[in-house]
């Protein structure tokens, strides 16, 4: 199994940027697709970006060109760069990990963290 906990989580304005940390421990990090979901207040939960063990990504279209997902394996960690943030992104934001057959599957979720854009 694997557990995740998130960081990075704050306060920010419209346009600006916030970075998102996922470290996981655990057996087979590697083999796992990981992904990052967001729900907001009276909002279903989304998929936002995943990521692949061999490193392909996918992204929600709203987010697209302005998040990045990556990861590092060798530090069990996974990321989340928001750039030109909006304030229909405030959300908790959660890490999973994961299967990836034609689409994402969570398996494994990390508590998450709250992001809140606003002016």
């Known amino acids: 199994q694997v557990q995740l906990v998130e960081s990075g989580g704050g306060s920010v304005q419209p346009g600006g940027s916030l970075s998102l940390s996922c470290a996981a421990s655990?057996?087979?990090?590697?083999?796992?697709?990981v992904g990052w979901y967001r729900q907001a207040p009276g909002k279903q939960r989304e998929l936002v970006a995943a990521?692949?063990?061999?490193?392909?990504?996918e992204y929600a279209e709203a987010v697209k060109g302005r998040f990045t997902i990556s990861r590092d394996n060798a530090k069990n960690t996974v990321y989340l760069q928001m750039n030109s943030l909006q304030p229909e992104d405030t959300a908790v934001y959660h890490c999973?990990?994961?299967?990836?057959?034609?689409?994402?599957?969570?398996?494994?979720w990390g508590q998450g963290t709250q992001v809140t854009v606003s002016s």
């Open positions: 999973s990990a994961g299967v990836y057959t034609g689409g994402y599957a969570p398996v494994y």
């Open positions: 990521v692949t063990w061999n490193h392909i990504t």
């Open positions: 655990g057996s087979a990090f590697s083999a796992y697709a």
